[in-house]
């Protein structure tokens, strides 16, 4: 009988293979095209799942491939722990560096729209040569971010 371990790591496995199967359309993906990327034999995955004595469970070269193949985090397939797919995590960066950038320009924005306020006040009011040289340098600063 197979350890705890390789019963939940095999389990796993199994739940990632079914889950990347896509059944029709142009990114159609078989079982045999994911055993074929994983150097596994489709005979050998169907006895892991129907395997009473739990006696098949996935190689090392298998889980690894199945990793690297196609996105599954290794701490998923392994402990149990997180996202199945590793990209969820960096998706999560993503989105939020994602917004920093969009406040970064929504702030440069406002900076913009200040300068040229401020220009067209200046332009109406008046105002010292050396001013105005300082305002236009501000100005073009802002309108370069």
């Given at each position: 009988?197979?350890?705890?371990?390789?019963?939940?790591?095999?389990?796993?496995?199994?739940?990632?293979?079914?889950?990347?199967?896509?059944?029709?359309?142009?990114?159609?993906?078989?079982?045999?095209?994911?055993?074929?990327?994983?150097?596994?034999a489709?005979?050998?995955?169907?006895?892991?799942?129907?395997?009473?004595?739990?006696?098949?469970?996935?190689?090392?070269?298998?889980?690894?491939?199945?990793?690297?193949?196609?996105?599954?985090?290794?701490?998923?397939?392994?402990?149990?722990?997180?996202?199945?797919?590793?990209?969820?995590?960096?998706?999560?960066?993503?989105?939020?560096?994602?917004?920093?950038?969009?406040?970064?320009?929504?702030?440069?924005?406002?900076?913009?729209?200040?300068?040229?306020?401020?220009?067209?006040?200046?332009?109406?009011?008046?105002i010292?040569?050396?001013?105005l040289?300082?305002?236009?340098?501000?100005?073009?600063?802002?309108?370069?971010?």
């Amino acid at each position: 009988m197979a350890k705890p371990h390789t019963i939940q790591i095999t389990a796993r496995f199994l739940q990632a293979v079914t889950s990347l199967i896509i059944p029709a359309g142009e990114n159609k993906r078989t079982l045999r095209d994911i055993c074929e990327k994983i150097s596994m034999a489709p005979s050998n995955l169907t006895r892991m799942q129907t395997d009473t004595e739990e006696k098949y469970a996935p190689t090392l070269e298998a889980c690894a491939l199945l990793c690297t193949e196609f996105n599954i985090s290794s701490t998923w397939l392994l402990m149990g722990a997180g996202d199945m797919h590793a990209d969820d995590q960096l998706q999560v960066q993503y989105k939020s560096l994602h917004k920093k950038l969009n406040d970064i320009e929504q702030y440069a924005k406002g900076l913009r729209e200040s300068a040229v306020k401020l220009k067209q006040n200046i332009a109406q009011k008046g105002i010292s040569d050396g001013s105005l040289q300082l305002l236009k340098g501000v100005s073009k600063k802002v309108s370069k971010t």
